[in-house]
T-cell receptor, first 112, second 114 residues
């Protein structure tokens, strides 16, 4: 079964700690994306990567970092510099020649 | 750059009634348009997309949408809703030249009651 997996489903951290969210896909897609979702605000793009070893900042990259060492994996680190990290985080991918993005199930991060 | 406006944050409707969820966009270039559905605490699933050609697009679960270039709209419709259609619906737009970001609206919550 092809798809995108995100783990864990729920994540709790104390303020001041860095935390890494996992995103893995077995769809052989080149492009991968990270979005943040807050109530009433839709989805906002954090980072995206079109090929391995390359990634670009999205609209709200401050306080986040990513890596793309493998085609299948695009982990997101939420650093202590992110002022308001509590949110629902969604990973997506898109295959070359396709127009739609495929989404993972999401990770809900709560920082207290 | 593109932007999307979903005019209704919440739409209540009775089961088996028709529904329309409104979406307007702005863009200086031609666009691709999408509707996604999100069930609680889940990811987004593509309902349908408009790339080119026929302006009436049919998607999954009995949904359809009509692209209206003059009114810059892409409204989503279903002739008869089910309880299981209760979810959040997102309209999204992407420019069709070069690499463009997918821009989402703020979502419309569809509440179907018996």
């Amino acid at each position: 079964d092809g798809g995108i997996t995100q783990s864990p489903k729920y994540l709790f951290r104390k303020e001041g700690q860095n935390v890494t969210l996992s995103c893995e896909q077995n769809l052989n897609h080149d492009a991968m994306y990270w979005y943040r979702q807050d109530p009433g605000q839709g989805l906002r793009l954090i980072y995206y990567s079109q090929i391995v070893n390359d990634f670009q900042k999205g609209d709200i990259a401050e306080g986040y970092s990513v890596s793309r060492e493998k085609k299948e994996s695009f982990p997101l680190t939420v650093t202590s510099a992110q002022k308001n990290p509590t949110a629902f985080y969604l990973c997506a991918s898109r295959g070359q020649g396709f127009y739609e993005q495929y989404f993972g199930p999401g990770t809900r991060l709560t920082v207290t | 750059a593109q932007s999307v406006t979903q005019l209704d944050s919440q739409v209540p409707v009775f089961e088996e009634a028709p529904v329309e969820l409104r979406c307007n966009y702005s863009s200086s270039v031609s666009v691709y348009l999408f509707w996604y559905v999100q069930y609680p605490n889940q990811g987004l699933q593509l309902l349908l997309k408009y790339l080119s050609g026929s302006t009436l697009v049919k998607g999954i679960n009995g949904f359809e949408a009509e692209f209206n270039k003059s009114q810059t709209s892409f409204h989503l419709r279903k002739p008869s809703v089910h309880i299981s259609d209760t979810a959040e619906y997102f309209c999204a737009v992407e420019g069709n030249t070069g690499f463009q970001k997918l821009v989402f609206g703020t979502g419309t919550r569809l509440l179907v009651s018996p």
